[in-house]
């Protein structure tokens, strides 16, 4: 059973895209996306292109904004366009530019009182003080999510390259990290010839003393690029789409702005404002201090006899669907001893180790201390990595239980194991490692790529084991992994902190070959063979690219990934409230799972290879959280013979989202 899951060579099944503006533009386009030059000619003439009319005329308000408290937002979109609820998202959002506002501590102000004429943006045309009329009627754009979506259609990432440079200037002083401008809107006019030239708003920091100016790109698209647009402007979602679209992006900003969704019914009123009825509701905690924005959809709204009626469904379907299950726990401690045994004296504490801490500590100290991520070059192009302080500093940390209360993850798992005991549920914790431990090689020059450089995570991976704790340690098949790497694909996503299919199945052979051990497993209706897998890619740009100096942000486009998808007959895999395992945490379970291609993830993977229902349940803001979610799960719970805890390694040391009691 330890070999279920086979690595395939040879070509990969198609594409299956993750948002609905992909599909949606797969549709209108039966051409497989292409590489393409931003001199690429196309009339608006040609076939199966359909441009945006030269004189056409669409609203200029994506939204509209209203402040709760200071705390708290209500972002109504009246067409859920995705460029409508991009924009909503990404303009001037309390919970991206938490702290920016703040001058840098080594900003001299040496070009303050410089006339914007006298230091031109080279990449800027028809610079001026007024919003051009060439745009007057036209609908802004956020141009991150637009630069993505271009990209992934024409295969050009000229867009996202000169509005990079335009946010990188730095009034000659390069040593400021944080950016002195950004571009906050972003209009395209279609030309008559089928090109689309570009018009930006860009908006100096608050701190730099200057006011809002507009330019012209010095960049014409031409090819796709058209039809492209128009659909992100037009093309309308429905309410499922409108929430995988939310969910994607809080996985994507969760790394450094700590976002997730709150748990909400989508339509109902919001218990911060009860004439509030989101679809979403998205909480964001960058500084310590947590803020929360509402996305609205009129179209989306229940009325309270609609929420009556479903609550009634909601009440029957759960009094009906879940089925208690006489549970009997598995009290054998063979495989915790063992692994126990074999952590003894594995990772010591000792001179390589030393050396790699000084190095690690040393690059840090040179980073800005507002730069989260940096990169560093491999043999090739494709061997080029990109790193995470937040996980780096893990590597850092000293004794995990050392920590305080509320940052001291034992004592709450613990709790957790003793709670799930009382009511017969097994309780399995999955620590993922980070990227950075697995390939210190390539973190840091000169390290083994053998050497465990972790021995502080190793020790309160130990620590848990001898507490009693069942703890899978997938650090050693991670580590072997790396054997099977072929540039640019490896056990990690190069620009993300996420582990890509080859670290993801590893770890999957390991976790199924250890359900499939427990004494309950025969008596669970497992039913192997019951789901089929497909192998797919998919795109994804990494999560750290957002948080690199801004000159340098345009040299790591999406990468396409290999994926894997499963199936129940002919409809994507989702585990059910009958489910006997309930697989929970972070965005190490949401990944693959629940966006990107979807039903590829870790639930999805376990119950192919085990024949077991898998229920998943991900908490995009971190692991420390998710377990407050499962204790609402009461009637779930009933189901359930086993809880995986599967959550990045990094959580345990010095958590955003701290560690408190059950509730």
């Not at 790109?217 to 039809?227: D, F, I, P, Q, V």
């Not at 190793?458 to 790497?485: H, N, S």
């Not at 750290?544 to 345009?554: G, I, N, R, T």
């Not at 129940?568 to 697989?583: M, Q, R, S, T, V």
Request: with cysteine; proline share 7%.
């Amino acid at each position: 059973m330890t070999r279920i899951f086979l690595r395939r060579n040879g070509a990969l099944a198609g594409v299956v895209f993750a948002s609905f503006s992909l599909a949606l533009l797969a549709c209108a386009s039966g051409d497989t996306p292409k590489p393409a030059t931003e001199s690429t000619e196309m009339s608006a003439g040609a076939p199966g292109v359909t441009a945006l009319p030269a004189d056409s005329t669409v609203p200029s308000t994506m939204f509209e904004m209203r402040v709760v408290d200071e705390d708290r937002q209500w972002r109504i979109v009246g067409k859920p366009t995705m460029a409508a609820l991009d924009f909503a998202a990404y303009f001037a959002n309390p919970i991206r530019l938490a702290g920016k506002d703040e001058k840098p501590e080594n900003y001299k102000g040496k070009m303050s009182g410089v006339k914007l004429t006298d230091y031109p943006f080279p990449m800027l045309d028809s610079i001026q003080e007024h919003e051009p009329s060439a745009v007057n009627g036209r609908m802004p754009v956020a141009w991150e999510p637009l630069s993505k979506l271009l990209y992934t259609q024409t295969g050009s990432d000229s867009l996202a390259q000169v509005i990079g440079a335009v946010e990188a200037v730095k009034w000659d002083e390069p040593e400021v990290f944080r950016a002195f401008q950004t571009v906050t809107r972003l209009w395209g006019v279609p030309m008559s010839d089928g090109s689309v030239e570009w018009w930006a708003e860009v908006m100096p920091a608050q701190w730099t003393g200057r006011t809002a100016f507009y330019g012209k790109l010095k960049l014409a698209s031409r090819g796709e690029t058209a039809e492209v647009l128009n659909f992100y402007l037009t093309a309308e979602m429905n309410a499922e789409d409108a929430q995988n679209w939310a969910r994607t992006l809080s996985s994507y900003w969760y790394p450094t702005l700590n976002t997730d969704l709150e748990p909400h019914s989508a339509g109902a009123p919001w218990e911060a404002k009860a004439d509030c009825r989101p679809f979403a509701v998205m909480r964001g905690n960058p500084m310590g201090k947590p803020m929360w924005i509402a996305f609205d959809v009129p179209a989306f709204r229940l009325s309270d006899e609609a929420l009556r009626a479903q609550q009634v469904a909601d009440s029957l379907a759960a009094a009906g669907e879940v089925v208690p299950v006489n549970r009997v726990l598995d009290t054998t401690s063979d495989a915790r001893l063992q692994t126990l045994a074999s952590l003894e004296g594995s990772c010591p504490a000792n001179a390589e180790t030393a050396k790699f801490r000084s190095a690690l500590e040393n690059t840090l100290a040179k980073l800005p201390k507002e730069q989260n991520a940096w990169a560093t070059a491999g043999a090739s192009p494709a061997e080029t990595f990109l790193w995470f302080r937040r996980n780096a500093n893990y590597l850092l940390a000293d004794k995990i239980t050392g920590q305080d209360s509320l940052h001291n993850p034992l004592p709450r798992l613990l709790e957790l194991k003793h709670y799930l005991d009382s009511i017969g549920v097994q309780l399995l914790v999955v620590p993922v490692p980070v990227k950075e431990e697995i390939y210190a090689e390539r973190l840091v020059a000169g390290t083994p790529a053998d050497l465990c450089v972790n021995p502080a995570g190793r020790e309160f991976t130990r620590e848990m084991l001898a507490a009693g704790l069942d703890v899978l340690d997938i650090y050693p098949a991670l580590m072997a992994a790396k054997a099977g790497d072929e540039p640019p694909h490896f056990s990690y996503q190069r620009y993300d902190t996420h582990w890509s299919l080859p670290g993801m199945l590893a770890a999957m052979e390991q976790l199924a070959a250890r359900v499939t051990q427990y004494s309950w497993y025969g008596d669970a209706g497992a039913k192997p063979g019951s789901l089929n897998m497909q192998e797919t890619t998919t795109l994804r740009e990494g999560d750290l690219v957002a948080h690199l100096p801004d000159a340098e942000k345009a040299k790591y486009p999406a990468d396409t990934l290999p994926a894997m998808k499963i199936f129940k007959g002919a409809e994507p895999y989702k585990g059910g409230k009958n489910a006997p395992i309930l697989l929970m945490g972070d965005s190490f379970t949401g990944v693959f799972e629940s966006v990107d291609q979807k039903s590829g993830g870790p639930g999805s993977l376990l119950a192919y290879a085990t024949g077991l229902d898998v229920q998943v349940l991900t908490s995009w803001g971190g692991g420390p959280g998710v377990y407050h979610r499962m204790m609402k799960m009461k009637k779930d719970m009933q189901s359930k013979r086993l809880v995986v805890y599967m959550m990045t390694a990094r959580d345990f040391w010095q958590s955003p989202m701290e560690w408190d009691a059950l509730r």
